[in-house]
Nanobody, 120 residues
Framework: QVQLVESGGGLVQPGGSLRLSCSTS????????MSWYRQAPDKERELVAS????????HYANSVKGRFTISRDNTKSTMYLRMNSLKPEDTAVYYC?????????????WGQGTQVTVSS
């Protein structure tokens, strides 16, 4: 029913760029705030970037500020993360997250993750 599917990950050299996509279905995308999280081996999952339901405001972790850009297309129920100037420390599994209310119940949904590896 509810699906969040990440794509666009892969292997890239330091200084390179990737664009991740999160394609969703099964919920009212335009009413949900969306976020990208990442998790490196033996590390806690951390928030990378978030965007409001309308896309009028966003937030970035200090570690990616100025390099990553989050965006969304509510007509396509899709969220994106443009990653520039990639560093080895950006290597992680990147997860798509949605959060919002269904009536009075707060709902969260997660994608399966996509691997990003930054290495020479």
């Amino acid at each position: 029913q509810v699906q969040l599917v990440e794509s666009g990950g892969g292997l890239v050299q330091p200084g390179g760029s990737l664009r991740l996509s999160c394609s969703t279905s099964g919920f009212t995308f335009s009413r949900y705030a969306m976020s990208w999280y990442r998790q490196a081996p033996d590390k806690e999952r951390e928030l990378v970037a978030s965007i409001t339901s309308t896309g009028n405001s966003n937030h970035y972790a200090n570690s990616v500020k100025g390099r990553f850009t989050i965006s969304r297309d509510n007509t396509k129920s899709t969220m994106y993360l443009r990653m520039n100037s990639l560093k080895p420390e950006d290597t992680a599994v990147y997860y798509c997250n949605a959060i919002g209310y269904e009536v009075s119940t707060l709902k969260t949904y997660w994608g399966q993750g996509t691997q990003v590896t930054v290495s020479s």
